[in-house]
């Protein structure tokens, strides 16, 4: 999926606002993108909802998350290769889902028969042809 496709699909999705605070002590508002799960590790996708100095509008903010549930705390990956290896795993977590929602957006609403009875389990006029 290239980085402009995932943009698209990302700016669809953007509607979960999470307000972090850093360690100086502000809060900056970012949305939530996506939480995957990568080398036994739980990594947190953002974007910034506001303008936050050093950052564009559509950069991907990767932390890794830490500590017990509740006291979770949110760290930088400052690896290039882990940051790219996770980046590259969200895009592809986002690619699934997007081809099985595709998937299941052209499945048909109802029943039609596709003539291979010997597979089917359905009831209809054609199976009793193919009987008689």
Do not use: W
């Not at 943009?7 to 970012?30: A, H, P």
């Amino acid at each position: 999926m290239s980085d402009k496709v995932l943009k698209e699909n990302v700016q669809e999705e953007l509607t979960d606002v999470v307000e972090l605070v850093d360690d100086t002590g502000r809060t900056l508002k970012f949305y939530h993108i996506g939480t995957i799960d990568y080398k036994n590790e739980c990594y947190v996708f953002f974007q910034p909802a506001e303008e936050i100095e050093g950052t564009e509008e559509d950069d991907v903010i990767i932390f890794r998350i830490t500590g017990d549930e509740g006291n979770e705390v949110l760290l930088p990956i400052e690896d290039e290769a882990l940051l790219d290896e996770v980046y590259e795993e969200f895009c592809r977590v986002m690619e699934e889902e997007d081809a099985a929602d595709e998937a299941a957006s052209l499945e048909p609403e109802e029943f039609y028969c596709d003539g291979n009875c010997s597979a089917c389990e359905e009831e209809c006029d054609d199976r009793d042809e193919v009987k008689a």
